[in-house]
């Protein structure tokens, strides 16, 4: 779910960029490029930890650009990433009004839908109420803003973001 890798971004100035404090200037690029980013590979990219040699990136491991004085700079860097996998338990939040399709929980910035086929079969829905929930036995309800403990059955990651289809239908999952 949440790691702390090594990863590699490649960082273009433009000559007018050019001046003493490189560093700060390559910093600050890379935390706005990087950071909220999702890539299917690594997943979303919550924060940079930590960037490996700064003090060399300040003299000359930038490469020139023919034609265009662009300097090209490799930086590496340590970042921690979220990544959801197929089986994983979480913890959610159930954000969108509930329908009789289902309903949408997040957690982060993970996306995910629960159908009424993925539902315990004593889970009912409730429309006539205000507002429309599913109600179980005990008097459980799932309704917008509750906390839901589900099963990821698929993801889908992509440069817009992360979505999940997820479950109740087994033991331990449901209303926290």
Known sequence: MFFHLTMEKTLVLSPKDL???????????????VEG?????????IAITHIHNTEALQSSLG??????????FNVQYNAIVFKPFRNQVIDALVTDGVTKEGFFAKAGPLEMFISYKNMPSDMQFDDTAVPSHFTGDGGVKIEKDTCVRVKILNTRID???????????????GVI
């Not at 490469?63 to 090209?72: H, Q």
């Open 19 to 33: 001046r003493r404090n490189i560093r700060s200037l390559l910093r600050s690029k890379l935390i706005k490029l």
């Open 159 to 173: 440069a817009d973001g992360m979505h999940a289809v997820a479950t109740l239908k087994e033991d331990y999952l």
């Open 63 to 72: 490469r020139i650009c023919e034609g265009t004085g662009n300097v090209v």
């Open 37 to 45: 980013s999702c890539s299917r590979r690594y997943g979303y990219i």
